[in-house]
Protein backbone atom coordinates (compact mmCIF):
# COMPACT_ATOMS: atom_id res chain seq x y z
CA UNK A 1 0.00 0.00 0.00
CA UNK A 2 1.36 3.46 -0.79
CA UNK A 3 2.45 4.69 2.30
CA UNK A 4 4.40 1.90 3.61
CA UNK A 5 8.34 1.64 2.90
CA UNK A 6 8.93 0.32 -0.29
CA UNK A 7 5.25 -0.34 -1.18
CA UNK A 8 5.04 2.03 -4.24
CA UNK A 9 4.33 0.66 -7.72
CA UNK A 10 5.85 2.44 -10.86
CA UNK A 11 2.38 3.52 -11.55
CA UNK A 12 1.41 4.63 -8.28
CA UNK A 13 4.51 6.65 -8.32
CA UNK A 14 3.93 8.26 -11.61
CA UNK A 15 0.38 9.07 -10.58
CA UNK A 16 1.66 10.78 -7.22
CA UNK A 17 4.20 12.66 -8.84
CA UNK A 18 1.52 14.56 -11.50
CA UNK A 19 -0.64 14.96 -8.68
CA UNK A 20 1.78 16.84 -6.57
CA UNK A 21 2.66 18.83 -9.75
CA UNK A 22 -0.78 19.98 -10.77
CA UNK A 23 -1.69 20.72 -6.87
CA UNK A 24 1.35 23.07 -6.97
CA UNK A 25 0.29 24.55 -10.45
CA UNK A 26 -3.42 24.73 -9.07
CA UNK A 27 -2.23 27.36 -6.08
CA UNK A 28 -1.14 29.75 -8.37
CA UNK A 29 -4.29 29.90 -10.44
CA UNK A 30 -5.22 33.83 -10.55
CA UNK A 31 -8.55 32.87 -11.55
CA UNK A 32 -9.02 31.59 -7.94
CA UNK A 33 -6.39 33.76 -6.24
CA UNK A 34 -6.44 37.19 -7.60
CA UNK A 35 -9.70 38.83 -6.22
CA UNK A 36 -8.67 38.69 -2.29
CA UNK A 37 -5.73 41.16 -3.04
CA UNK A 38 -7.63 43.67 -4.98
CA UNK A 39 -7.45 47.17 -3.75
CA UNK A 40 -10.42 49.88 -2.84
CA UNK A 41 -12.31 50.71 -5.85
CA UNK A 42 -10.75 54.59 -6.33
CA UNK A 43 -13.45 57.67 -6.83
CA UNK A 44 -11.73 58.36 -10.64
CA UNK A 45 -10.64 56.29 -13.37
CA UNK A 46 -9.27 52.43 -13.31
CA UNK A 47 -6.60 51.75 -15.95
CA UNK A 48 -5.62 48.18 -15.92
CA UNK A 49 -2.23 47.00 -17.58
CA UNK A 50 0.41 44.58 -17.36
CA UNK A 51 2.27 41.83 -18.87
CA UNK A 52 3.54 38.35 -18.45
CA UNK A 53 2.09 34.67 -19.10
CA UNK A 54 -1.02 35.12 -16.95
CA UNK A 55 -1.57 38.74 -17.56
CA UNK A 56 -4.56 38.14 -19.92
CA UNK A 57 -5.98 35.47 -17.49
CA UNK A 58 -5.29 38.47 -14.59
CA UNK A 59 -7.13 41.03 -16.49
CA UNK A 60 -9.90 38.39 -16.74
CA UNK A 61 -9.99 37.72 -13.23
CA UNK A 62 -10.15 40.97 -12.35
CA UNK A 63 -13.46 42.16 -14.91
CA UNK A 64 -14.74 38.97 -12.79
CA UNK A 65 -14.23 40.50 -9.78
CA UNK A 66 -15.29 43.91 -10.34
CA UNK A 67 -18.10 43.13 -13.48
CA UNK A 68 -20.03 46.84 -12.98
CA UNK A 69 -16.75 48.99 -13.07
CA UNK A 70 -15.45 51.12 -15.45
CA UNK A 71 -12.36 49.49 -16.34
CA UNK A 72 -9.55 49.90 -19.35
CA UNK A 73 -6.35 49.28 -20.29
CA UNK A 74 -4.36 47.03 -22.28
CA UNK A 75 -2.10 43.44 -21.22
CA UNK A 76 0.50 41.77 -23.54
CA UNK A 77 0.70 37.98 -22.98
CA UNK A 78 2.06 35.12 -24.59
CA UNK A 79 1.25 33.98 -28.07
CA UNK A 80 -1.69 31.37 -26.85
CA UNK A 81 -1.80 32.36 -23.46
CA UNK A 82 -5.15 34.47 -24.11
CA UNK A 83 -8.64 34.61 -22.79
CA UNK A 84 -11.62 36.53 -23.21
CA UNK A 85 -11.74 39.73 -22.09
CA UNK A 86 -14.70 42.26 -22.30
CA UNK A 87 -12.99 45.80 -21.61
CA UNK A 88 -9.32 45.51 -21.32
CA UNK A 89 -7.54 45.06 -24.46
CA UNK A 90 -5.30 41.96 -24.93
CA UNK A 91 -2.22 41.54 -27.23
CA UNK A 92 -0.46 38.60 -27.81
CA UNK A 93 3.50 38.77 -28.36
CA UNK A 94 6.67 36.89 -28.49
CA UNK A 95 8.45 34.70 -25.48
CA UNK A 96 11.45 34.57 -24.71
CA UNK A 97 12.71 36.64 -27.52
CA UNK A 98 10.79 39.69 -27.96
CA UNK A 99 8.84 40.19 -31.56
CA UNK A 100 7.70 43.54 -33.19
CA UNK A 101 3.74 42.53 -31.15
CA UNK A 102 6.48 43.15 -27.60
CA UNK A 103 7.16 46.63 -28.35
CA UNK A 104 3.35 47.18 -29.88
CA UNK A 105 2.11 46.06 -26.76
CA UNK A 106 4.38 47.96 -24.34
CA UNK A 107 3.83 51.17 -26.28
CA UNK A 108 0.46 50.70 -25.70
CA UNK A 109 1.39 50.34 -22.15
CA UNK A 110 2.86 52.92 -21.61
CA UNK A 111 0.30 54.91 -23.37
CA UNK A 112 -2.31 54.16 -21.55
CA UNK A 113 -1.24 55.14 -18.23
CA UNK A 114 -0.42 58.65 -19.31
CA UNK A 115 -2.72 61.55 -18.24
CA UNK A 116 -4.02 60.49 -15.15
CA UNK A 117 -5.13 61.94 -12.19
CA UNK A 118 -4.74 61.29 -7.98
CA UNK A 119 -7.92 59.68 -7.74
CA UNK A 120 -7.30 57.26 -10.92
CA UNK A 121 -5.75 53.67 -10.35
CA UNK A 122 -3.34 52.00 -12.69
CA UNK A 123 -4.12 48.17 -11.71
CA UNK A 124 -0.92 46.35 -12.90
CA UNK A 125 -0.80 42.99 -13.31
CA UNK A 126 2.89 41.15 -13.65
CA UNK A 127 3.69 38.26 -14.23
CA UNK A 128 6.84 35.88 -15.95
CA UNK A 129 7.70 36.80 -19.00
CA UNK A 130 6.48 40.44 -19.07
CA UNK A 131 10.48 41.36 -19.54
CA UNK A 132 10.22 39.58 -23.10
CA UNK A 133 6.39 40.39 -23.92
CA UNK A 134 7.01 44.40 -23.20
CA UNK A 135 9.75 45.36 -25.20
CA UNK A 136 10.17 48.94 -25.31
CA UNK A 137 13.76 49.72 -26.80
CA UNK A 138 14.93 52.99 -24.86
CA UNK A 139 15.87 56.09 -27.35
CA UNK A 140 18.63 54.93 -29.86
CA UNK A 141 17.96 51.70 -29.87
CA UNK A 142 15.86 49.13 -32.36
CA UNK A 143 13.37 45.87 -30.98
CA UNK A 144 16.67 44.06 -32.99
CA UNK A 145 19.50 45.57 -30.85
CA UNK A 146 17.11 44.36 -28.24
CA UNK A 147 16.31 40.94 -29.99
CA UNK A 148 20.09 40.32 -30.08
CA UNK A 149 21.35 41.38 -26.55
CA UNK A 150 18.45 38.97 -24.83
CA UNK A 151 19.74 35.85 -27.30
CA UNK A 152 23.06 36.45 -26.20
CA UNK A 153 22.03 36.20 -22.46
CA UNK A 154 19.79 33.68 -22.73
CA UNK A 155 22.47 31.32 -23.99
CA UNK A 156 25.45 32.88 -21.55
CA UNK A 157 24.01 30.92 -17.89
CA UNK A 158 23.29 34.29 -16.70
CA UNK A 159 20.24 34.10 -14.25
CA UNK A 160 17.24 35.93 -14.51
CA UNK A 161 18.21 39.05 -12.05
CA UNK A 162 20.91 39.46 -14.08
CA UNK A 163 19.63 39.33 -17.42
CA UNK A 164 16.85 41.64 -16.26
CA UNK A 165 18.95 43.89 -14.90
CA UNK A 166 20.35 44.36 -18.43
CA UNK A 167 17.01 44.36 -19.86
CA UNK A 168 15.75 47.58 -17.84
CA UNK A 169 18.59 49.69 -18.45
CA UNK A 170 17.85 49.27 -22.27
CA UNK A 171 14.13 49.49 -22.00
CA UNK A 172 11.79 52.95 -21.88
CA UNK A 173 9.24 51.03 -19.48
CA UNK A 174 10.80 48.69 -17.51
CA UNK A 175 12.94 49.28 -14.29
CA UNK A 176 9.99 52.12 -12.73
CA UNK A 177 9.90 53.82 -15.58
CA UNK A 178 6.01 53.12 -16.04
CA UNK A 179 4.84 53.87 -12.83
CA UNK A 180 6.91 56.88 -13.36
CA UNK A 181 4.86 57.63 -16.05
CA UNK A 182 1.36 57.09 -14.09
CA UNK A 183 2.01 59.67 -11.73
CA UNK A 184 0.55 61.16 -10.21
CA UNK A 185 -2.14 58.04 -10.39
CA UNK A 186 -2.03 55.61 -7.80
CA UNK A 187 -0.12 52.54 -8.99
CA UNK A 188 -1.17 49.03 -7.13
CA UNK A 189 0.85 46.40 -8.65
CA UNK A 190 -0.51 42.60 -8.88
CA UNK A 191 2.00 40.02 -9.59
CA UNK A 192 2.61 36.33 -9.85
CA UNK A 193 6.47 35.57 -9.41
CA UNK A 194 8.21 33.38 -10.93
CA UNK A 195 12.09 34.71 -10.03
CA UNK A 196 14.13 33.14 -6.58
CA UNK A 197 13.07 35.60 -3.81
CA UNK A 198 10.25 37.07 -5.30
CA UNK A 199 12.23 40.71 -5.54
CA UNK A 200 9.59 42.81 -6.60
CA UNK A 201 11.90 44.63 -9.23
CA UNK A 202 13.35 41.64 -10.81
CA UNK A 203 9.69 40.25 -11.88
CA UNK A 204 8.86 41.58 -15.12
CA UNK A 205 12.28 43.70 -14.64
CA UNK A 206 10.14 46.05 -12.26
CA UNK A 207 7.94 47.95 -14.65
CA UNK A 208 6.18 49.56 -11.84
CA UNK A 209 8.86 49.04 -8.83
CA UNK A 210 11.99 51.42 -8.08
CA UNK A 211 14.95 49.97 -9.40
CA UNK A 212 18.37 49.73 -6.88
CA UNK A 213 20.64 48.38 -10.08
CA UNK A 214 22.65 50.81 -12.12
CA UNK A 215 23.74 51.29 -15.78
CA UNK A 216 27.39 50.03 -14.03
CA UNK A 217 25.49 46.56 -12.78
CA UNK A 218 24.81 46.12 -16.06
CA UNK A 219 27.47 46.65 -18.02
CA UNK A 220 29.65 44.34 -15.41
CA UNK A 221 26.97 41.62 -16.21
CA UNK A 222 27.34 41.85 -20.17
CA UNK A 223 31.54 41.99 -19.51
CA UNK A 224 31.53 38.91 -17.03
CA UNK A 225 29.43 36.44 -19.30
CA UNK A 226 31.72 37.89 -22.23
CA UNK A 227 28.78 39.00 -24.42
CA UNK A 228 30.34 41.92 -26.80
CA UNK A 229 27.18 44.08 -27.51
CA UNK A 230 26.28 45.80 -30.54
CA UNK A 231 27.34 49.53 -30.55
CA UNK A 232 24.04 50.83 -30.05
CA UNK A 233 23.81 49.03 -27.28
CA UNK A 234 27.00 49.59 -25.83
CA UNK A 235 26.48 53.48 -26.09
CA UNK A 236 23.29 52.96 -24.02
CA UNK A 237 24.70 51.18 -21.32
CA UNK A 238 26.96 54.30 -21.13
CA UNK A 239 24.04 56.71 -20.09
CA UNK A 240 24.58 57.33 -16.55
CA UNK A 241 22.46 60.16 -16.63
CA UNK A 242 19.33 58.33 -17.65
CA UNK A 243 18.90 56.09 -14.63
CA UNK A 244 15.66 54.20 -13.87
CA UNK A 245 14.31 55.32 -11.01
CA UNK A 246 15.42 54.90 -7.55
CA UNK A 247 14.45 53.86 -4.08
CA UNK A 248 12.26 56.22 -2.52
CA UNK A 249 10.89 57.95 -5.73
CA UNK A 250 8.04 55.98 -6.23
CA UNK A 251 5.50 57.02 -3.06
CA UNK A 252 2.36 56.74 -5.37
CA UNK A 253 3.08 52.65 -5.93
CA UNK A 254 2.14 49.61 -4.13
CA UNK A 255 3.25 45.97 -4.63
CA UNK A 256 1.23 42.90 -3.56
CA UNK A 257 2.13 39.69 -4.38
CA UNK A 258 -0.81 37.27 -5.04
CA UNK A 259 1.11 34.07 -5.85
CA UNK A 260 4.53 32.68 -4.81
CA UNK A 261 7.04 29.66 -5.39
CA UNK A 262 6.69 29.24 -1.95
CA UNK A 263 3.04 29.00 -1.70
CA UNK A 264 2.90 26.01 -5.10
CA UNK A 265 5.65 24.17 -2.91
CA UNK A 266 3.66 23.77 0.12
CA UNK A 267 0.31 23.50 -1.91
CA UNK A 268 2.37 20.27 -3.36
CA UNK A 269 3.82 19.34 0.20
CA UNK A 270 -0.08 19.42 1.30
CA UNK A 271 -0.71 17.06 -1.74
CA UNK A 272 2.05 14.79 -0.94
CA UNK A 273 1.35 14.20 3.31
CA UNK A 274 -2.55 12.91 1.81
CA UNK A 275 -0.55 10.78 -0.51
CA UNK A 276 1.01 9.22 2.75
CA UNK A 277 4.55 10.86 1.75
CA UNK A 278 6.66 12.62 4.17
CA UNK A 279 7.91 16.15 1.77
CA UNK A 280 10.88 18.31 2.57
CA UNK A 281 11.08 21.51 1.15
CA UNK A 282 14.62 21.97 -0.16
CA UNK A 283 13.66 26.15 -0.94
CA UNK A 284 11.49 27.88 -3.29
CA UNK A 285 15.13 29.39 -4.66
CA UNK A 286 17.92 26.72 -6.04
CA UNK A 287 19.57 27.98 -9.28
CA UNK A 288 22.55 26.84 -10.66
CA UNK A 289 23.74 24.52 -13.85
CA UNK A 290 20.26 22.29 -14.38
CA UNK A 291 22.48 19.01 -14.48
CA UNK A 292 24.18 19.62 -11.86
CA UNK A 293 21.89 20.37 -9.53
CA UNK A 294 20.45 16.79 -10.60
CA UNK A 295 23.34 15.32 -9.26
CA UNK A 296 23.01 16.66 -6.29
CA UNK A 297 19.60 15.99 -6.04
CA UNK A 298 20.25 12.52 -6.42
CA UNK A 299 22.91 12.33 -3.88
CA UNK A 300 20.10 13.54 -1.67
CA UNK A 301 17.45 10.87 -2.83
CA UNK A 302 20.15 8.52 -1.93
CA UNK A 303 21.07 9.51 1.42
CA UNK A 304 17.16 8.84 2.35
CA UNK A 305 16.94 5.68 0.62
CA UNK A 306 19.94 4.28 2.26
CA UNK A 307 20.49 5.78 5.31
CA UNK A 308 16.65 7.84 6.40
CA UNK A 309 18.58 11.16 6.15
CA UNK A 310 17.47 13.55 6.32
CA UNK A 311 14.40 11.65 6.67
CA UNK A 312 12.57 8.57 5.89
CA UNK A 313 11.03 6.87 3.39
CA UNK A 314 8.61 7.06 1.88
CA UNK A 315 9.37 10.87 1.28
CA UNK A 316 9.05 13.17 -1.39
CA UNK A 317 11.93 15.80 -1.86
CA UNK A 318 10.77 19.85 -3.03
CA UNK A 319 12.28 22.14 -4.48
CA UNK A 320 11.65 25.35 -7.23
CA UNK A 321 13.71 28.11 -8.37
CA UNK A 322 15.03 28.63 -11.60
CA UNK A 323 18.35 27.01 -12.84
CA UNK A 324 20.08 27.55 -15.90
CA UNK A 325 21.30 25.94 -19.26
CA UNK A 326 24.88 26.93 -20.43
CA UNK A 327 24.69 26.04 -23.85
CA UNK A 328 28.26 27.01 -24.73
CA UNK A 329 29.23 27.24 -28.84
CA UNK A 330 28.83 23.47 -29.96
CA UNK A 331 25.25 22.54 -31.30
CA UNK A 332 22.90 22.30 -29.15
CA UNK A 333 19.23 19.48 -29.32
CA UNK A 334 16.00 20.15 -28.10
CA UNK A 335 15.32 20.61 -24.45
CA UNK A 336 14.68 23.01 -21.21
CA UNK A 337 16.49 23.52 -17.65
CA UNK A 338 13.45 20.58 -15.85
CA UNK A 339 14.35 18.01 -18.50
CA UNK A 340 18.14 18.67 -18.29
CA UNK A 341 17.95 18.59 -14.65
CA UNK A 342 16.13 15.17 -14.99
CA UNK A 343 18.14 13.70 -17.16
CA UNK A 344 21.01 14.97 -14.83
CA UNK A 345 19.34 13.19 -11.83
CA UNK A 346 18.67 10.17 -13.82
CA UNK A 347 22.40 9.56 -14.96
CA UNK A 348 23.49 10.53 -11.38
CA UNK A 349 21.38 7.83 -10.16
CA UNK A 350 22.22 5.09 -12.15
CA UNK A 351 19.38 3.17 -12.20
CA UNK A 352 19.00 2.84 -8.03
CA UNK A 353 15.56 1.35 -7.62
CA UNK A 354 12.61 3.04 -5.25
CA UNK A 355 13.62 6.41 -6.71
CA UNK A 356 10.93 8.29 -9.13
CA UNK A 357 11.01 12.65 -10.27
CA UNK A 358 8.95 14.87 -11.87
CA UNK A 359 10.63 18.31 -12.88
CA UNK A 360 8.27 21.13 -14.72
CA UNK A 361 8.30 24.44 -14.87
CA UNK A 362 4.19 26.04 -13.63
CA UNK A 363 3.73 28.29 -16.60
CA UNK A 364 3.72 24.47 -19.04
CA UNK A 365 6.58 25.44 -21.02
CA UNK A 366 10.14 24.20 -20.23
CA UNK A 367 12.04 26.42 -22.26
CA UNK A 368 10.89 26.87 -25.92
CA UNK A 369 9.31 23.10 -26.27
CA UNK A 370 5.67 21.83 -25.93
CA UNK A 371 6.12 20.15 -22.44
CA UNK A 372 5.98 21.09 -19.09
CA UNK A 373 8.75 18.49 -18.07
CA UNK A 374 9.12 15.19 -17.46
CA UNK A 375 8.93 12.14 -15.18
CA UNK A 376 12.29 10.23 -14.57
CA UNK A 377 11.66 6.21 -12.99
CA UNK A 378 13.75 3.90 -11.80
CA UNK A 379 14.33 2.48 -15.75
CA UNK A 380 14.90 5.63 -17.34
CA UNK A 381 18.23 4.90 -18.75
CA UNK A 382 17.31 1.28 -19.44
CA UNK A 383 14.69 2.37 -21.37
CA UNK A 384 16.29 5.26 -23.48
CA UNK A 385 19.66 2.67 -24.04
CA UNK A 386 16.94 -0.06 -25.41
CA UNK A 387 15.68 2.69 -27.77
CA UNK A 388 19.08 3.27 -29.12
CA UNK A 389 19.46 6.65 -26.99
CA UNK A 390 22.95 6.97 -25.33
CA UNK A 391 21.73 9.31 -21.98
CA UNK A 392 25.16 10.72 -21.18
CA UNK A 393 25.77 12.01 -24.67
CA UNK A 394 21.99 12.84 -24.81
CA UNK A 395 23.09 15.15 -21.85
CA UNK A 396 26.08 16.38 -23.50
CA UNK A 397 24.06 17.67 -26.47
CA UNK A 398 21.09 19.36 -24.60
CA UNK A 399 19.02 16.88 -26.19
CA UNK A 400 17.38 15.76 -23.06
CA UNK A 401 13.59 16.90 -24.67
CA UNK A 402 13.67 14.41 -27.42
CA UNK A 403 15.07 11.62 -24.93
CA UNK A 404 11.66 11.66 -22.88
CA UNK A 405 9.81 12.43 -25.61
CA UNK A 406 11.05 8.69 -27.13
CA UNK A 407 10.65 7.45 -23.88
CA UNK A 408 6.62 8.68 -23.96
CA UNK A 409 7.76 10.91 -20.22
CA UNK A 410 7.03 14.43 -20.84
CA UNK A 411 4.50 16.16 -18.88
CA UNK A 412 2.04 17.88 -21.07
CA UNK A 413 0.10 20.34 -19.63
CA UNK A 414 -0.52 22.87 -22.22
CA UNK A 415 -0.29 26.65 -21.18
CA UNK A 416 -1.44 26.77 -17.60
CA UNK A 417 -1.68 30.64 -17.86
CA UNK A 418 0.46 31.26 -14.37
CA UNK A 419 3.80 30.47 -13.58
CA UNK A 420 5.80 30.48 -9.94
CA UNK A 421 8.85 28.85 -11.92
CA UNK A 422 10.06 25.33 -11.65
CA UNK A 423 8.63 22.72 -9.64
CA UNK A 424 10.71 19.85 -8.70
CA UNK A 425 9.78 16.64 -7.11
CA UNK A 426 12.02 13.45 -5.68
CA UNK A 427 9.74 10.50 -4.64
CA UNK A 428 11.66 8.11 -2.69
CA UNK A 429 9.82 4.78 -1.91
Not at 48 to 60: E, I, R
Not at 110 to 129: C, Q
Not at 265 to 280: N, V
Request: glycine letters at 10%.
Amino acid sequence: MAGQKGAWSDEQARVALRQIFDAAVAAADPRVVLAQHLPERPKGRIVVVGGGKSAAVMAAAVEAAWPDADLSGVVVTRYEHAVPTKKIRVIEASHPVPDANSEAGARAVLEAVRGLGPDDLVLALMSGGASALMALPAPGLTLADKQAINKALLASGANISEMNCVRKHLSAIKGGRLAAAAAPARVVTLAISDVPGDSPAVIGSGPTVEDPTTFADARSIVARYGIEPSPQVAARLAQDADETPKPGSLAHCEFRMIATPAMALAAGAACARKLGLTPLILGDALEGESRELGTVMAGMARSVATHGLPLAAPAVLLSGGETTVSIGKGPAGRGGRNTEFLLGLAVALAGDAGIWAAAGDTDGIDGTEDAAGALVTPDTLVRARASGLDPRAVLAGHDSYSLFGALGDLIKTGPTLTNVNDFRAVLIA
